[in-house]
């Protein structure tokens, strides 16, 4: 999300894990989401200067489009670039 809110300033990075059979490692997903009315998309301040890269679209569409796209690296963000 925040490479879309940012207009690719920031860039994602995709998670990768590697075992190590000599440590345990637990990792903890989290998902955190304000008003389902919200619009994500890029910043309107950061368009003043360059063109939108990603689509804006209704937080709750972003929402479901997150948890039915397939753990597929950076599907959801090609989804969303115009």
């Known amino acids: 999300m925040v490479e879309i809110i940012s207009n690719g300033e920031y860039k994602s990075l995709e998670h990768r894990a590697v075992v190590n059979p000599e440590k345990e490692q637990l990792s903890i997903a989290a998902l955190h989401y304000g008003n389902k009315n919200a619009q994500i998309g890029p910043l309107p301040d ?11 679209i209704p937080a709750e569409e972003f929402l479901n489009l997150k948890l039915s796209s397939k753990l597929d690296g950076k599907h959801l963000l090609n989804q969303m670039k115009i």
Do not use: G
Not at 46 to 56: D, E, I, W
């Open 46 to 56: 950061l368009l003043k200067t360059n063109k939108a890269l990603y689509k804006t």
